[in-house]
């Protein structure tokens, strides 16, 4: 009898403190706003940045925009004042956030130290800075196809010579560009940027094209992209945020390795569609690599398992002092693969949908 009140116990126990239940009412105080900076800079393009807000956690509409007069970003090169932006949001486009700023003529080079200094009424001013890194050639791409699972793998081999002495930091992007033609009409559709749900203006002339089956992904499968991580591949592909540092071949020559599921180009009666992929090496700074790291940490996967549930919470990254954001440099290499043309049985979806 003993030994059946001491097994009934726990258990009546246990049920007694499921049936418990209390309402906990959470108190958050207000956070006041603060300004937030955002810059990738780079020789190729004017120096540029997006400045706006940030808004509390518990707000139904956040609210991001800053007023339209008093809000300034002045420009420092190698601590000498280059001039202050002036506002480049473009009015015709519904989509792009407000709070666009450009330098016009203002142009940087490798090794330039860069600081954003931004002021805006009713806020402390702010300010990142970043240094350009050097630019780093694509020495040799080259590609297999291998066949895994039943599917055809397209496996990219980039080699470069990492420069020594110095800490180096990169970013390996693959975009996929389809160029749609028609007589003497083009189109281009990038799978960064694919409204495949919108409608498009083409010289006044609508017509329909096919769309490739599924959504660009990239598997960054080299171990420099993980290190330490047990693992035969990080799939985020469809952001490309495939951040590494030299920490594995400090100075020497290295051949980064990806793959992913290609689409090859395609003819019709009414629509060529010709499949360019791009590769891009971008050499990037500290402050850049250290941002998408934290990111990309955010939505991880592993082989087919997603972890981001299980990765400890962890702060974003910022180099902005007195506010939020990432002032960063980085320059670009590039080398494009352009597909032949191939059956539309597997690669490209029956369904079509209208450009205009």
């Known amino acids: 009898m003993k030994k059946e009140l001491f097994t009934l116990l726990p258990l009546l126990s246990l049920l007694f403190c499921i049936a418990c239940t209390r309402d906990v009412e959470l108190k958050i105080e207000t956070v006041s ?3 937030v900076l955002n810059a990738s800079i780079t020789p190729d393009r004017e120096v540029a940045a997006f400045l706006s807000k940030s808004w509390f956690l518990m707000d139904s509409v956040p609210e991001y925009n800053l007023p339209e007069t008093g809000v300034k970003i002045d420009v420092y090169v190698n601590d000498t004042f280059r001039g202050t932006m002036s506002r480049s949001d473009n009015p015709a486009d519904s989509s792009e956030y407000k709070g666009q700023f450009k330098l016009p003529g203002c142009y940087v080079q490798t090794g330039d130290k860069v600081r954003l200094e931004a002021d805006a009424p009713g806020f402390d001013p702010v300010r990142g800075e970043t240094l350009i890194p050097s630019q780093t050639e694509i020495a040799l791409l ?30 390996l992007v693959v975009e996929r560009l389809i160029e749609y033609r ?11 940027c694919d409204s495949r749900d919108e409608s498009h203006q083409l010289s006044g002339d609508q017509f329909e094209v096919p769309s490739p089956w599924g959504i660009f992904s ?37 051949t980064v390795t990806s793959s992913f599921y290609p689409v090859n180009s395609l003819e ?20 850049y690599y250290n941002y998408l790291k934290v990111i990309r940490n955010f939505s991880i996967s592993l082989g087919d398992a997603y972890v981001d549930g299980l990765l400890e919470p962890s702060e974003t ?33 029956n369904s079509y949908y209208p450009f205009e």
């Open 142 to 171: 080259d590609t297999a196809r291998m066949i895994t699972s039943g599917s055809l793998l397209f496996r990219i081999y980039l080699t470069f010579e990492d420069k020594p002495f110095d800490r180096n930091y990169y970013r």
């Open 268 to 287: 019709t009666d009414s629509v060529t569609a010709i499949v360019h992929y791009d590769v891009h090496l971008l050499s990037i700074s500290e402050s």
């Open 317 to 349: 990254y910022s180099n902005v002092i007195d506010g939020f954001g990432i002032v960063t440099g980085y320059r670009i290499s590039t080398r494009r693969i352009t597909m032949p043309f191939g059956s539309s049985s597997y690669e490209w979806s």
């Open 182 to 192: 028609k007589g003497d009409q083009v189109k281009w559709v990038s799978s960064f």
């Open 33 to 35: 706003s603060v300004l």
């Open 218 to 254: 990239l598997s960054y499968d080299d171990p420099v992209f993980q290190p330490g991580i047990p693992s035969s591949g990080i799939n985020d592909g469809t952001y490309c945020r495939g951040v590494f540092s030299d920490d594995m071949f400090n100075g020497k020559e290295y």
